[in-house]
């Protein structure tokens, strides 16, 4: 019998982030973008989930003066995340965000909640969304970057597979009052407001 691995677990990530995988920068334009949609954090609480090696924590943190939390199911990304952290920074968890009790979080609700290259992974994406929104403060930003299939021109499918369908993307973006969108190239960014 053969089981699949799934690819929203630290069993998927923490052999890949031991090994020394990178992802894509992120970039002056993506920073742009982010700072336009989100505005100053004025110490507002921010979470990112699943933030890697922690480039884009770090940015509400120390660029837009928000209190950021990173979160990541992955030990040893948290470690390369805290090593390039100047200091004071984000509060950095290791949490499974689709298992773990969401009690487990510094804050009970963020003013923004990040996920950036993280979406496309989660296996449960309703349940996913669904938490997000419990996490949400009433008037916040969910930001969510994700590469959107069908814009490479490789037929590898495995990096086809890298982007979210039409029905990921309907599922991501129904039910909010607000959505708004922007491309940089393979990727979009939603703004989602509750
Ligand atoms: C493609 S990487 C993107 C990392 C980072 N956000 C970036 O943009 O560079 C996906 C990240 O999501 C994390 N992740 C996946 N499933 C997760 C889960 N269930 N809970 C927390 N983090 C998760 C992985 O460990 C990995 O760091």
């Not at 510094?106 to 003013?111: I, M, N, R």
């Not at 890298?162 to 607000?178: C, F, K, N, R, Y």
Request: aromatic share 8%.
């Amino acid at each position: 019998m053969t089981t699949t691995k799934s690819t929203a677990s630290a069993a998927y990530w923490e052999p890949l982030w031991a090994d020394g995988r990178q992802y894509r920068q992120f970039d002056e334009a993506e920073q742009r973008l982010i700072d336009e949609n989100l505005g100053p954090g004025r110490a507002r609480p921010a979470l990112d989930i699943g933030s890697g090696a922690g480039a884009l924590a770090r940015h509400l943190h120390h660029v837009l003066g928000y209190r950021a939390t990173g979160v990541d199911c992955s030990p040893s990304a948290l470690a390369l995340a805290a090593a390039q952290d100047p200091g004071p920074g984000p509060d950095w968890r290791c949490l499974d965000i689709t298992t773990d009790s969401l009690t487990a979080l510094p804050d009970p609700a963020y003013a923004v909640i990040t996920c950036r290259l993280v979406y496309r992974w989660m296996d449960d994406k309703a349940a996913f969304i669904n938490r997000v929104r419990h996490l949400l403060a009433p008037g916040g930003t969910f930001w969510v970057v994700t590469e959107i299939a069908g814009r490479r021109t490789t037929t590898d499918l495995a990096v086809q597979g890298l982007g979210i369908t039409p029905a990921d993307a309907e599922l991501l973006t129904t039910g909010w009052s607000v959505v708004r969108t922007a491309d940089l190239d393979v990727l979009r960014c939603y703004a989602l407001r509750p």
